[in-house]
């Protein structure tokens, strides 16, 4: 059976050959306990840290202010509820945006069903936050300011140093999904002054199921996972096979980040040029990720999306394709829903080439025509 073409990379990204080597010898090899106390236990610590700096590195943070976890959900629900039930926290409120994932959205959803309030922003009709209205939706009973890095179906970079300076002007906390922001557009924690940040690998060539979460010196949030309290409150063994991937995996990131994004903007750039129907980006097309293109097509009201077999793309997250509906980061730039369900979301990378883009280019240009003709 022929595979279709992959360009879901915003789902999930190949795993780098090189990150697969790093991951190999902590498994059958070496696969010591990194909390034990005796060599192998030593050996599999001594590859966690390894892997701690990495990620600490990337984003110019303290190794001790990495957490590792599961991934960006789990990191965000422990960043979220674990700052609302923080001891001595007194503010009841959590202020995020329209276009969040929906772990932030649920997460939050369920702290206001249990007596938390929610403030929702709607963003503008490029998918970016009006700083106005933020500073609005803002008060002195906010506890939590949670905005997302590179939005997962549109690519659009919010100003985090921006929202920041807005979030600690009333005192607030300032949380960042990067899920898909880290590893492939510069994220300096200090000079953006970000005091809670969600990081997963399996988005920048590295294994599913490990993740981190950084953390301000001095900001208190209560464990998620009670127990054995190996992560600065993060109980459970640690995957060290997991970690030495996700370590990889942010080595080559800083390495490669200016060539990563030049050939993700090439790709872009190739792929916009090659359709032939009158297409809307959805999104900024300046504040952004190239390697993530949500696209609509004028006078398509149809999914597309079955309509190409040959191609493994998306008409919005992976989470949202389980439930059916349309996306809410489609109808919260103004799409309606028919007009969200036409969407596709194409995703590449550092893998991807230009032959690749041509054909997929030709199958969406056949599709297109054939429901324009119709």
Not at 320 to 332: D, E, Q
Request: hydrophobic share 45%; charged share 15%; with cysteine.
């Amino acid at each position: 059976m022929t595979l279709p073409l992959y360009l879901d990379y915003g789902a999930t990204t190949p795993l780098d050959p090189a990150v697969a080597e790093a991951m190999a010898p902590w498994g059958v090899g070496q696969f010591g306990n990194p909390h034990s106390a005796h060599l192998w236990g030593y050996q599999a610590k001594a590859a966690v840290e390894l892997a701690r700096d990495a990620v600490a590195a990337l984003i110019n943070a303290p190794p001790e202010s990495i957490a590792f976890t599961s991934g960006a959900t789990e990191s965000n629900n422990w960043a979220i509820k674990g700052l609302l039930t923080a001891p001595g926290q007194s503010r009841r409120r959590i202020v995020t945006l329209a276009t969040e994932h929906s772990s932030v959205l649920e997460t939050a959803a369920y702290l206001a069903s249990i007596g938390a309030q929610l403030t929702i922003v709607p963003v503008r009709s490029d998918g970016l936050v009006d700083l106005g209205d933020l500073a609005r939706a803002l008060g002195e009973d906010v506890a939590l300011v949670s905005v997302m890095a590179v939005n997962n179906e549109i690519g659009v970079i919010q100003d985090l140093a921006a929202i920041a300076e807005l979030a600690h002007g009333i005192g607030a906390v300032f949380h960042v999904d990067a899920a898909q922001g880290f590893g492939k557009v510069p994220i300096d924690v200090e000079a953006m002054r970000i005091d809670l940040m969600s990081i997963t690998a399996h988005k920048i060539y590295g294994p599913k199921g490990v993740g981190a979460l950084y953390r301000r010196p001095f900001t208190m949030i209560t464990p998620l996972l009670h127990g054995g309290g190996q992560e600065d409150g993060r109980s459970g063994t640690l995957p060290t096979a997991l970690i030495a991937g996700l370590g990889a995996a942010a080595r080559i990131a800083k390495a490669r980040m200016a060539d990563d994004h030049a050939h993700a903007a090439a790709l872009q750039s190739r792929l916009l040029a090659g359709l032939t129907a009158q297409t809307q980006v959805n999104g900024s097309l300046t504040r952004r990720w190239p390697g993530n293109l949500n696209l609509s097509f004028l006078g398509v009201a149809v999914p597309l999306l079955s309509q190409l077999p040959g191609l493994a793309i998306s008409s919005g997250s992976a989470c949202a394709a389980v439930t059916g509906r349309p996306s809410h980061v489609l109808t919260a730039l103004g799409l309606s829903d028919v007009a969200a369900k036409a969407s596709l979301r194409l995703g590449f990378g550092r893998f991807t080439t230009p032959a690749e883009i041509d054909a997929a280019v030709s199958q969406i240009n056949v599709a297109v025509q054939r429901n324009l003709a119709e």
